[in-house]
């Protein structure tokens, strides 16, 4: 007689607020158990690069929360999505100022996503990937700037912009991930769950 597995099934702690990241891990067939932002200093450190800040950002977001009594026994997924230019870290536009500088220097040149995850493990693994991103934004006059700026899509995206919204419109082309551009690599998210034990297809 065939015994069935007693193991039970993975359980998984999205760490963030975005409510894009929970959209997207969705189309994974997979919805979070329980969805918790983490609570980490996110300023970059002296002469931090773009790459190494989005890992470690992602990185931190998911130790975290290790102990946290409601992550108890879960898998806890931690993200961070980077705009580079160069090699400057885009901030999140928190004010129209900020677009507006944003869309000014990301106007007409290519740019950077740097979309990295960290998978903390119950037993004390840690798992990560980083998707890089090349994106191409048309050059943008001053009234594409000023009609962008007046719909609002901006506040608190990295760079000034949401690439799901009507951003992609201005935008000329894409190498590599759109999805990592929104917020989260499906690709690389697929293959590191199930390599930790989720069933996806």
Known sequence: MTQL??????????????????????????????TLAADIDESAADRELPR????????????????DEAARGMHILGGDTVVSCGHRILPKAEDEATARL?????SGRRHRVLSAIALAAPDGSLRERL?????????????????????GEWHGKAGGYAIQGSAEGLIAWISGSHSAVVGLPLFETRAL??????AIS
């Open 131 to 151: 998707a890089e991103t090349v994106v191409r934004f048309k050059p943008l006059s001053a009234e594409e700037i000023d009609g962008y700026i007046a719909g």
């Open 5 to 34: 597995s007693t193991t039970p099934a993975p359980r998984l702690l999205l760490a963030s607020a975005s409510p894009r990241r929970r959209e997207l891990i969705t189309r994974l067939g997979l919805e979070p158990d329980l």
């Open 193 to 198: 769950l199930r390599a930790a034990g989720f």
């Open 102 to 106: 944003c869309l000014a220097l990301l």
């Open 52 to 67: 190494a800040y989005a890992r470690r950002m992602a990185r931190e977001k998911a130790l975290a929360l290790r102990e």
